[in-house]
């Protein structure tokens, strides 16, 4: 299968199947000399894992990471890194009814028109349990981004028709509140919201902003090798979200162009912006700003109530799906956005090394 590996320079790979014996990553390009542990990996799996709260599904995983290659003695070696995580809480009995039929909403069709064949165990490929090797290859990445003093910041800006009051942003609580909000009072409204979805046997979507900061002036390339293009790609490649947003997204069409632009002084002897409707990237290259992204995530399709489908024999039917799901994966998402934004960003920053001959004479003493 194509498709399952990301980035240029700084690379990851992600292999494994919902319900198979394990999920893993390989993470090739990674500078030799990192100081990284298996506890740097696993503090953002930890984020991910299912079964923290009554709001995300109860499946048990320990999602314990297994560092199997490029580390010695506490520093990468600039080899590839291989990780592992083992599926222990597999129920695949749950799955049998969909064998012979297409969920709505998932990718068992679109899946079976390209192949001819899928694992329908949980989605198997398709299965938001992929994100698993997805966010161990982007804790790297993450660790990385800090020895240039740039971090990646993802939160839940709504969830249904709930949204945070950014007067109440307290970033202290993004951890500890089971929606990933950084607002109390929202959480607690968004977790009744939920709890009434889940009473009609229905699910919600919601957005997720990730800021970015300390990100220098001059990553990403022009055309098609734009940094916020790339970072869309990125984000857009995880199953559930549907649009991305850089910037002020899509109120900037209502504008004008005097309402728009970002102006520009000197502050320090350093060129800044007034304002940031930008998003921190202009033509494709960051300019020192926060770069600032949204995530728009779709419900969850699996939902207890009966849906309309078809067999794969061409039959009309209706599905009732049984098994443990999110209610809503927005909660569980706001790492992976964190994550595939950091494997971008440290990719850029691998990239941008080249871009000038000044940088390779400081590398090679000339």
Known sequence: MAGSTYGKIFQISTWGESHGAALGVVVDGCPAGLLLSADDIQVYLDRRKPGQSKITTNRREADQVELLSGIFEGRTTGTPISMMIRNTSQRSADYGEIANCYRPGHADYTFDAKYGFRDYRGGGRSSGRETAGRVAGGAIAARLLQEFGIRVTAYTLSIGPVKIDRDKFDPSVILTTPTGMPDLDASAMA????????????????????????????????????????????????????????????????????????PFRMKDGKVIKTTNHAGGILGGISDASSIILRAHVKPTPSIF?????????????????????????????????????ALTIADALLLNVSAKLDNLKKIYGR
């Open 191 to 262: 977790e009744a919201y939920l709890a009434d979805c889940m009473r009609n046997y229905d699910s919600a979507g919601g957005i997720i902003e990730c800021v970015i900061e300390g990100v220098p002036a001059g990553l990403g390339d022009p055309v098609f090798e734009k940094l916020d293009a790339n970072l869309s790609k990125a984000i857009m490649s995880i199953g559930a979200v549907k649009a991305v947003e850089i910037g002020d997204g899509i109120e900037v069409s209502i504008r004008q162009g005097s309402q728009n632009n970002d």
């Open 305 to 341: 109530s009966a849906q309309q489908t078809v067999s794969r024999q061409g039959e009309d039917m209706e599905l009732s799906i049984k098994g443990r799901h999110d209610p809503v994966i927005v909660p569980r998402a706001v790492v992976v956005v964190e994550c595939m934004a």
